[in-house]
């Protein structure tokens, strides 16, 4: 086989990377990264709100920057030896779009306009419609969320839509459809942005828009007017047909190829979720939780479609057919919060530093800003060390991981973090390990969930920041999970799994598997659980388990 390159392109909360991977060897050739500016300023946003939006820009931008910056890295020739990009991103982000499917956002009027822009998965405004959804589905003949888990989120793709158009009647106007935006970079690469002619995404249709064959597609347009008499006509401008990773979107555009100095011949693979081809990219078997372990995680799962036959899995976020390996069940789940906890925890510790530090004129702005950046950048690190020597157990401390809502298991964005047990001992370290206790044993409660549910873990592969970063973290998880965790040795894996579905749309691999076999990097390192300190650990839990019902119940 002659040397052949692909390009995963992997957009995350934060930035966006680009990864050029030789598809014999596997070997990460170069890569780049962008931060989203317009982002990073906290434009947009309203956390208060719980409202997190994002401007196209700041993704166009990013895509042409990593892919030329990646190819300049790349030794030489190696552009003209690719042969595909496939993309994944962050979901459900949908943003409105006029008929050329161009998002509002970009065009006059709407170009300051949060509404007008995408949709965040993080983005939590949408808790009433996402009620709504809930309620209608269980009177309903047919449950539309019975494939989601029976609990639809406001994370996800209808309930974002109804949200926007209910707040502003400028957008309601002015969308003739909605995008995904995992749809919308392939769409634009290819030159199809036609709302009813671009490609969908299996994953993220059948995850998060109540998509799937057993209904003809979407939803009936008579529950969506019931929903709300404004969704009246939206269904015929979206889709009926979703596609899985392995199948190509089409070619670049001649435009698009000058503008990344790529052959024009370069086939563009249909988009996915960066969690799923994270798991592709971790080399995930049938019956192992792929955990990306990041700001929050998201656990996904694989099984023999005739394995599962009809079982249905409660509280999850999702059952959907190829959405992660074609061919097999994909199964999602995962937590609003992870290593956002720790970073709340950090910047509550911050608050001096940002504030008083900033006021004194005993150093100068310079040293000032030195001193912050400093100190920042050691808490974290510093709370581990502390934390890990203190005892199980010993702090009386239990904490909810909810900050951010629970996504899993049952959904409910409504739900609010606690810490229970605080003294006048209760100093940072313990309390940082509490938090990350409750992170391990929300992470506990998912796969319980999946167990109880007749859908048993094998084993567990992690990836993402956190995985790479965190010893201590890792080996909490591991003793309250009780399983030994393997961390996979990229340090991009979401955008390898890209690069591996790339390879497959362009004809390289007949199937995601010969990908896997290929292109996968192995294991780094694993964790393997204490037996002691699971035992106490199964203890906390069910403290944190008769919390958490406290919480919900109050």
């Given at each position: 086989m002659s040397e052949r390159y692909t390009i995963g392109l992997d957009y995350g909360t934060d930035s966006v990377r680009s990864l050029i991977v030789n598809t014999a060897t596997g070997e990460e050739v170069a890569s780049a990264v962008f931060e989203y500016p317009r982002w990073k300023k906290g434009l947009y946003c309203d956390p208060a709100k719980n409202r997190f939006r994002q401007h196209p820009l700041d993704y166009l931008e990013g895509?042409?920057?990593?892919?030329?910056?990646?190819?300049?890295?790349?030794?030489?020739?190696?552009?003209?030896?690719?042969?595909?990009?496939?993309?994944?991103?962050?979901?459900?982000?949908?943003?409105?779009?006029?008929?050329?499917?161009?998002?509002?956002?970009?065009?006059?009027?709407?170009?300051?306009?949060?509404?007008?822009?995408?949709?965040?998965?993080?983005?939590?405004?949408?808790?009433?419609?996402?009620?709504?959804?809930?309620?209608?589905?269980?009177?309903?003949?047919?449950?539309?969320?019975?494939?989601?888990?029976?609990?639809?989120?406001?994370?996800?793709?209808?309930?974002?839509?109804?949200?926007?158009?209910?707040d502003d009647a400028g957008v309601l106007r002015g969308a003739y459809s909605w995008v995904e935006h995992c749809d919308w970079i392939p769409a634009l690469l290819t030159g199809n942005t036609h709302p009813k002619t671009l490609k969908r995404s299996r994953c993220a249709a059948g995850h998060k828009a109540m998509w799937h064959e057993a209904f003809g597609g979407l939803p009936p347009e008579e529950f969506l007017v019931a929903l709300d008499p404004m969704l009246s006509g939206l269904r015929d401008r979206l889709f009926r047909e979703t596609y899985t990773c392995d199948v190509a979107a089409g070619t670049l555009t001649p435009e698009w190829a000058r503008k990344l100095g790529l052959p024009a011949n370069v086939v563009v693979g249909v988009g996915a979720f960066d969690a799923h081809l994270g798991a592709l990219g971790a080399e995930i078997q049938p019956y192992h939780l792929s955990k990306v372990m990041g700001t929050s995680t998201c656990d996904m799962l694989v099984a023999p479609l005739e394995e599962v036959h009809d079982r249905l899995v409660s509280g999850i976020c999702g059952q959907v057919d190829g959405s992660i390996v074609p061919g097999m069940m994909g199964?999602?789940?995962?937590?609003?919060?992870?290593?956002?906890?720790?970073?709340?925890?950090?910047?509550?510790?911050?608050?001096?530093?940002?504030?008083?530090?900033?006021?004194?004129?005993?150093?100068?702005?310079?040293?000032?800003?030195k001193l912050a950046d400093e100190i920042s950048g050691k808490i974290i690190a510093r709370l581990s060390e502390e934390a890990a020597n203190i005892p199980i157990g010993e702090s009386?401390?239990?904490?909810?991981?909810?900050?951010?809502?629970?996504?899993?298991?049952?959904?409910?964005q409504n739900l609010k973090g606690a810490i229970t047990g605080l003294t006048l001992g209760s100093d940072a370290?313990?309390?940082?390990?509490?938090?990350?206790?409750?992170?391990?044993?929300?992470?506990?409660?998912?796969?319980?969930?999946?167990?109880?549910?007749?859908?048993?873990?094998?084993?567990?592969?992690?990836?993402?920041?956190?995985?790479?970063?965190s010893p201590f973290v890792m080996q909490v998880v591991a003793d309250v999970l009780n399983m030994p965790i393997k961390v996979a040795r990229s340090e991009q894996a979401c955008a390898l799994g890209s690069a591996m579905a790339a390879a497959v749309a362009s004809g390289i691999y007949p199937n995601t598997h010969e990908a896997q076999a290929r292109m996968g990097g192995g294991i780094e390192s694993e964790y393997l659980p204490i037996p002691e300190n699971a035992e106490k650990y199964q203890t906390l839990y069910e403290t944190y388990k008769k919390l958490g019902r406290f919480i919900e119940e109050s």
């Open positions: 895509l042409e920057y990593t892919i030329v910056e990646a190819l300049k890295q790349a030794p030489a020739g190696v552009a003209e030896k690719v042969a595909g990009i496939s993309v994944d991103t962050t979901g459900s982000t949908p943003v409105a779009v006029d008929e050329r499917g161009t998002p509002l956002s970009l065009t006059d009027g709407f170009r300051e306009n949060p509404n007008a822009m995408f949709v965040l998965w993080k983005d939590h405004t949408a808790v009433q419609e996402a009620a709504e959804i809930n309620a209608l589905a269980k009177k309903w003949d047919t449950d539309f969320t019975k494939f989601e888990g029976g609990v639809y989120s406001s994370e996800w793709f209808w309930a974002k839509i109804l949200h926007v158009l209910r199964l999602e789940a995962g937590q609003s919060a992870f290593g956002d906890i720790y970073a709340w925890f950090r910047r509550l510790l911050e608050w001096p530093l940002q504030t008083l530090l900033q006021e004194t004129n005993l150093v100068e702005e310079n040293t000032r800003k009386g401390l239990v904490a909810l991981d909810w900050l951010n809502g629970r996504r899993t298991p049952d959904a409910n370290p313990r309390i940082f390990r509490a938090l990350v206790e409750a992170t391990a044993f929300g992470s506990k409660a998912i796969n319980d969930r999946f167990t109880e549910e007749g859908i048993r873990i094998d084993g567990v592969i992690a990836l993402g920041g956190v995985a790479k970063k």
